[in-house]
């Protein structure tokens, strides 16, 4: 029997200061599993890996189609890697940056909708992002996730 490949993903967390606050930026997930649902099923920008495509190269592609947000290359922060409930993998890395959430522009894909409807739908990947204060982001976010605010905040905090 042929084991499961686990699946793997990478994402960037953006991070500014707004009056001396950090706030990271989280996106919620789009389509209509997700419509009423809210705390706990925020993320980083992040999506699975083509193949064998570098993992930093996949974070900041996947930051690009899922928001249509960019910042500055090169000054990445590692925060490691979780594993959440389905078994996939995320690495992670922050970047100071900023954007403004009004301008999101996400890419789609289709879905039956209905389900067994025979009609495909499309769907934003992505259907809101905001900035959070840390405690808000952590009510907010995955609980999978939740370890890489802690880890962002100790790289910070050894930086300064």
Known sequence: MKAKKKRTS????????????????LVHPGGP???????GHWSIPKGEIDGDEDLLAAAWRELEEETGFAARQGSEIPLGQVTQKGGKIVHAW?????????QLRS???ELE???KSGRLRSFPEVDR??????????????EA?????????QRLRGSQ
Request: proline share 5%; no cysteine; glycine share 4%.
């Open 10 to 25: 990478a994402g960037l967390l953006l991070f500014r200061e707004t009056s001396g606050e950090l706030e990271v930026l």
């Open 33 to 39: 599993f997700f419509v009423k649902k809210d705390q």
């Open 94 to 102: 922050a970047v100071r940056g900023d954007a403004d959430v009004t």
């Open 107 to 109: 890419n789609e894909f």
């Open 113 to 115: 909708w209905p389900p």
């Open 129 to 142: 992002a905001e900035w959070f204060a840390i405690d808000e982001a952590r009510r907010r976010i995955k």
């Open 145 to 153: 996730q939740e370890p890489l605010l802690d880890t962002l905040l």
